[in-house]
């Protein structure tokens, strides 16, 4: 068994964030399975400070005890694998010159969490068409899946049923997009248990259905609930939510912090200091919440480390 988390380097780790990797890290443990630490810096790797965000976030999990195994994978450095699935999957792609605008127009309704499945606009262009278009627009690449229905199961969700739209596999700009670089890499590194958070649901039935095409077996599942602030919503670094960094500075030792998440994990009751490793026996996925976890910085920054 091997399971993974998989940060982009764009923000600090905050609570949320190391609750979801302490899962993970529970999940893949438990079962004596293989954990594994893969940087998404695939966008960011331009961006000034991403190598610098990214050791911190290697120094953050590091710090509260969760180990990983073997080398860190850099999305960075995997061109050449995602070239390789891309040369498997010739024939089956498709130069895309649409604008976000075109997409935007075109009479689509856009899912739950605003993604607009695209209608298909250049999947039939002609090879003149797509060779005068070049000559004004760089093109993306799309994969043909044209509306195939995709369920896959989550651990706590269920079944999530989507059609599976003609979706991006390498960006406008060159760069692979995501749902290419994280199935090749799960793909290469293994990983049979994706445990994430639940933005990404909704990109499971796409990932589970390009698992299958580049010829692999579909991980098993298991979005976790995020972390929201007091008025609902989901924390975020840019928002000032609280990060591993402020908790360390005002003098938390790695325990405690262990410890508040356990805690919302319904784990550890009653100890204020606890190590990821003294959760392994306690720990069982049902136990997992199933809706966000609340934080409120003011009460968590405001009332310092607890006291054992
Ligand atoms: N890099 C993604 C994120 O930080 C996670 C991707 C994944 O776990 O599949 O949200």
Same mark, same amino acid.
């Given at each position: 068994?091997?399971? %993974?988390? +998989?940060?982009?380097?764009?923000?600090?780790?905050?609570? $949320?964030?190391?609750?979801?990797?302490?899962?993970?890290?529970?999940? &893949?443990?438990?079962?004596? #399975?293989?954990?594994?630490?893969?940087?998404?810096?695939?966008?960011?790797?331009?961006?000034?400070?991403?190598?610098?965000? +990214?050791?911190?976030?290697?120094?953050?999990?590091?710090?509260?005890?969760?180990? !990983?195994? #073997?080398?860190?994978?850099?999305?960075?450095?995997?061109?050449?694998?995602?070239?390789?699935?891309?040369?498997?999957?010739?024939?089956?792609?498709?130069?895309?010159?649409?604008?976000?605008?075109?997409?935007?127009?075109?009479?689509?309704?856009?899912?739950?969490? $605003?993604?607009?499945?695209?209608? $298909?606009?250049?999947?039939?262009?002609?090879?003149?068409?797509?060779?005068?278009?070049?000559?004004?627009?760089?093109?993306?690449?799309?994969?043909?899946?044209?509306?195939?229905?995709?369920?896959?199961?989550? *651990?706590?969700? #269920?079944?999530?049923?989507?059609?599976?739209?003609?979706?991006?596999?390498?960006?406008?700009?060159?760069?692979?997009?995501?749902?290419?670089?994280?199935?090749?890499?799960?793909?290469?590194? $293994?990983?049979?248990?994706?445990?994430?958070?639940?933005?990404?649901?909704?990109? +499971?039935?796409?990932?589970?259905?390009?698992?299958?095409?580049?010829?692999?077996?579909?991980? @098993?599942? &298991?979005?976790?609930?995020?972390?929201?602030?007091?008025?609902?919503?989901?924390?975020?670094?840019?928002?000032?939510?609280?990060?591993?960094?402020?908790?360390?500075? /005002?003098? !938390?030792?790695?325990? =405690?912090?262990?410890?508040?998440?356990?805690?919302?994990?319904?784990?550890? %009751?009653? @100890?204020? /200091?606890?190590?990821?490793?003294? *959760? *392994?026996?306690?720990? &069982?996925?049902?136990?997992?919440?199933?809706?966000? !976890?609340?934080?409120?910085?003011?009460?968590?920054?405001?009332?310092?480390?607890? =006291?054992?």
């Amino acid at each position: 068994m091997t399971g %993974r988390f +998989a940060p982009t380097p764009t923000s600090e780790l905050h609570l $949320g964030n190391v609750r979801t990797a302490l899962i993970a890290w529970l999940m &893949a443990r438990r079962e004596g #399975g293989r954990f594994l630490l893969r940087i998404e810096d695939l966008d960011t790797q331009r961006m000034a400070g991403s190598s610098q965000i +990214a050791a911190r976030q290697e120094a953050d999990l590091a710090w509260l005890g969760l180990t !990983w195994d #073997g080398e860190v994978m850099l999305q960075s450095r995997r061109a050449n694998a995602y070239a390789a699935a891309l040369e498997s999957l010739q024939g089956r792609a498709y130069e895309c010159f649409c604008t976000r605008r075109d997409i935007a127009e075109a009479a689509v309704a856009p899912h739950g969490d $605003g993604y607009r499945p695209y209608p $298909g606009t250049c999947r039939e262009l002609s090879a003149a068409q797509r060779a005068e278009r070049r000559g004004s627009r760089p093109a993306a690449l799309r994969i043909k899946a044209a509306g195939v229905v995709q369920t896959v199961n989550d *651990l706590w969700a #269920g079944d999530v049923t989507a059609v599976v739209d003609d979706f991006v596999l390498v960006r406008n700009d060159g760069t692979p997009a995501y749902n290419l670089a994280v199935v090749v890499d799960d793909l290469a590194q $293994g990983v049979d248990q994706v445990v994430r958070g639940d933005d990404l649901l909704s990109s +499971a039935p796409r990932q589970a259905w390009l698992t299958r095409q580049l010829g692999g077996e579909v991980p @098993r599942y &298991a979005h976790v609930p995020l972390a929201v602030n007091p008025s609902g919503r989901r924390l975020a670094k840019r928002e000032g939510d609280v990060t591993l960094a402020q908790l360390r500075d /005002r003098g !938390w030792a790695p325990e =405690q912090v262990v410890a508040l998440l356990a805690h919302s994990l319904e784990l550890a %009751r009653g @100890r204020d /200091r606890v190590r990821p490793a003294d *959760l *392994l026996e306690e720990f &069982a996925p049902t136990q997992v919440p199933r809706s966000p !976890w609340v934080v409120d910085p003011d009460v968590v920054l405001g009332t310092g480390p607890r =006291q054992a």
